[in-house]
């Protein structure tokens, strides 16, 4: 394999790919040339479904296979656009399509331990209730600032979320307990609900940190996004309309709740197992 044109390839995507999208491209690469044994420029359509076939012989998921693929298929797509090839083998291969996953949510019971667990944290405390109890993104959760929050009504105006959607979202009145008892105690001055000790708004990567360390101790992955598929669960075993759902989750595309639907079933199956 000539490794001056992989690393070519990695070199002008450097700024483009994540580090973990390289380590991922990188590995899958490596795989199918082991796989392979040819250079990049005899490759065949045919040794790319040998080396699929041989991933789904050893009972690799179709999310990992994609995964794999998508490496290849980047790789390829750049040997066309620098002319290295006249023909990209990947063109005839079909992906296979990714499993239709659940989004995984928390059970009560497990909301409940990371509730016990951080009861003592004035800081993340009430940040755990505000993404459970808006079910916002963790992006659109470091953009608030005290002016969106209206508490008579206890609704946050969350301005321009994902698709610039700007919409409101309701929070419980524990919430807005623990909300108020915690801008007591802060002392920064900022506009920012959660902030940095600057006053600027809290840090991404401070946020998922915390979240992985609290996993760690609960025993069970639990993510920003965790609680936003949470907040949705709980939601649809109350029967809450789908429609009502969409809208606080602020989805533009109807697409995007169809994978939510599926969890309504699911949830309320469960609900329903709980009784009979």
């Not at 490759?43 to 994609?66: C, F, N, P, Q, Y």
């Not at 993404?131 to 508490?151: A, C």
């Not at 307990?177 to 991404?204: D, I, Q, V, W």
Request: aromatic fraction near 12%; glycine fraction near 4%.
């Amino acid at each position: 394999m000539d490794v001056n044109v992989l690393e070519s390839f990695f070199d002008d995507h450097h700024s483009r790919f994540s580090k973990e999208t390289i380590r991922s491209y990188r590995l899958s690469l490596k795989q199918f040339f082991s796989f392979c044994r040819k250079n990049y420029n005899e490759v065949k359509a045919t040794d790319i479904r040998a080396w699929l076939a041989s991933m789904e012989e050893k009972g690799l998921k179709k999310r990992t296979i994609h995964i794999k693929l998508s490496g290849l298929k980047s790789f390829y797509q750049y040997c066309m656009e620098e002319n290295l090839l006249k023909k990209n083998p990947m063109l005839t291969v079909k992906t296979p399509k990714k499993d239709d996953v659940l989004p995984y949510y928390l059970s009560r019971r497990q909301l409940a331990q990371l509730q016990e667990l951080t009861r003592n944290d004035y800081q993340f405390r009430p940040i755990i209730e505000t993404l459970y109890s808006t079910g916002v993104r963790v992006s659109e959760l470091l953009q608030i600032k005290l002016e969106d929050i209206k508490w008579d009504t206890r609704q946050i105006w969350i301005r321009k979320g994902k698709g610039t959607k700007e919409r409101f979202v309701l929070f419980s009145h524990d919430c807005a307990e623990r909300l108020k008892m915690y801008l007591k105690k802060r002392e920064t001055n900022s506009m920012f609900l959660f902030a940095n000790r600057r006053g600027g708004p809290l840090h991404r990567e401070y946020i998922q940190k915390n979240f992985r360390n609290f996993s760690t101790s609960l025993g069970f992955k639990v993510t920003p996004h965790t609680l936003r598929h949470t907040f949705a669960a709980h939601l649809a075993e109350k029967n809450m309309p789908q429609s009502f759902i969409q809208d606080l989750l602020g989805h533009v595309d109807i697409n995007s709740t169809r994978i939510y639907t599926r969890l309504m079933d699911h949830a309320r199956q469960k609900q329903y197992d709980l009784y009979h």
